[in-house]
């Protein structure tokens, strides 16, 4: 893959390497321009966390969190939430039909199960999830 994240691996890698990086991003400026479905945001931070060697784990975390965040709001179970996340998360799924979360959640599950298994790469998974916004 053009750009690959596996040069630090880590199962479950939410903890400390979340913060940001050595040039400033982090997965979460990934999640945010994934789910508000900008393109181009979105590809950019990727490479830029390939270029800092964020595993793909992280990544993939991130993007897990926040969709999971996403369907508590649907169900309306943002007891545990805070506001911030309430109301950001609220916004991103304006750009969001259930059914697309559905899609990506799948996709998701299946990717990093696919990855683990050693059948496919997570970083080539999260680029293809990237790639789809263009669609969107």
Not at 8 to 29: D, E, I, L, P, W
Not at 34 to 58: C, G, P, R, S, W
Not at 85 to 93: D, E, N
Not at 104 to 126: C, F, I, P, R, W
């Amino acid at each position: 893959s053009p750009a690959s994240f596996g040069a630090k691996t880590g199962y479950g890698a939410m903890g400390g390497s979340a913060q940001r990086g050595k040039g400033g991003m982090n997965s979460f400026a990934f999640t945010d321009a994934f789910f508000d479905k900008n393109f181009i945001q979105a590809v950019n931070a990727l490479t830029e966390l390939a270029k800092q060697e964020v595993a793909a784990e992280e990544i993939h975390g991130a993007l897990w969190w926040q969709t999971k965040v996403m369907f508590q709001i649907l169900k309306k179970e943002t007891k545990s939430l805070s506001p911030y996340v309430v109301t950001k998360s609220s916004r991103f799924l304006k750009k969001w039909s259930e059914t697309e979360l559905r899609n990506l959640s799948n996709e998701m599950v299946e990717s990093y199960h696919q990855a683990h298994l050693g059948k496919t790469n997570l970083d080539d998974a999260l680029q293809k999830m990237a790639l789809a916004l263009a669609k969107a």
